[in-house]
Nanobody, 126 residues
Framework: QIRLVESGGGLAQVGGSLSLNCEVF??????????VGWFRQAPGKEREFVAA????????YYADSVKGRFTISRDNAKLTVDLQMNNLNSEDAAIYFC?????????????????WGQGTQVTVSS
């Protein structure tokens, strides 16, 4: 069993920055096979992919809407994943979820991830 705990959400202004953190708990987390991803869901919209990182090699993937603004990174010692979000806009406002799955090939598809955190709210004000 794997548990994910997100933190770092809050309020930012348009053009501002926030950093989200996802802490991974659980002995079955596989550093060679697991991928950790961030997804978000705004009110009235479907959940969408934001970014992902493979744990072993640190290969990163981003949605087109966040490329150049968001950066995903991992800390192998702490077993945490950060999502640094810069130049925020109103469309970035959502609940952000951290998720992980083993042998994830299609990193942008949420059904490929087995475990999910509870989510953290990001609000962007103009």
């Amino acid at each position: 069993q794997i548990r994910l705990v997100e933190s770092g959400g809050g309020l930012a202004q348009v053009g501002g920055s926030l950093s989200l953190n996802c802490e991974v708990f659980g002995r079955t987390f596989n550093r060679y096979r697991n991928t950790v991803g961030w997804f978000r869901q705004a009110p009235g919209k479907e959940r969408e992919f934001v970014a992902a990182i493979t744990w072993e090699r640190g290969t990163t993937y981003y949605a087109d809407s966040v490329k150049g603004r968001f950066t995903i990174s991992r800390d192998n010692a702490k077993l945490t994943v950060d999502l640094q979000m810069n130049n925020l806009n109103s469309e970035d406002a959502a609940i952000y979820f951290c998720a992980t799955g083993r042998n994830v090939i299609s990193t942008m598809i949420d059904s490929k991830y087995e475990y999910w955190g509870q989510g953290t709210q990001v609000t962007v004000s103009s």
